[in-house]
């Protein structure tokens, strides 16, 4: 018998499992009243706790949680249809009015400015395109819970 003893995590581990890498603890509890007394209340507890009813609800949670949820809202959205049709107003009005002057200017805008305007509004579009994907699969994963 060694004078040392095992710690009580390492004695409840080796109750709990019947196994414990590192020292001999079987060998130690033999020759060791204390620790054969420890681990006699261990597996005891153990057992008991084996025994044991697990705790579970006597009523549907999920279906209590999701009965007290608010409903979603399905309302038509009658402020973006506003501004989009007040928009398409604006934008026949400025054409009608403005059309042939319009015209105009960007027949006799030069090439290069009209190529680096056009560019920087394609990149300008993909930028906000890649950035409402992004925030879709972001909200996406969020809602994947598997
Ligand atoms: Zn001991």
Not at 14 to 32: M, P, W
Request: with cysteine.
């Amino acid at each position: 018998m060694s004078s040392y003893h095992p710690s009580d995590n390492d004695l409840q581990q080796y109750a709990l499992e019947g196994t414990f890498a590192g020292e001999d603890i079987a060998a130690h509890a033999q020759g060791c009243a204390a620790c054969s007394a420890k681990l006699a209340n261990y597996r005891l507890l153990t057992q008991q706790m084996s025994t044991m009813q697990k705790p579970a609800f006597d009523f549907n949670l999920a279906q209590l949680v999701l009965g007290q949820l608010p409903a979603p809202k399905a309302e038509f959205p009658w402020i973006t249809v506003l501004g989009v049709a007040l928009t398409m107003i604006f934008l026949a009005t400025v054409s009608l009015v403005f059309g042939s002057y319009l015209v105009l200017l960007f027949k006799s805008l030069p090439a290069l400015f009209v190529a680096i305007l056009t560019s920087s509004a394609v990149a300008v579009f993909g930028g906000v395109l890649n950035t409402i994907i992004k925030e879709h699969h972001d909200q996406m994963k969020k809602l994947d819970f598997n």
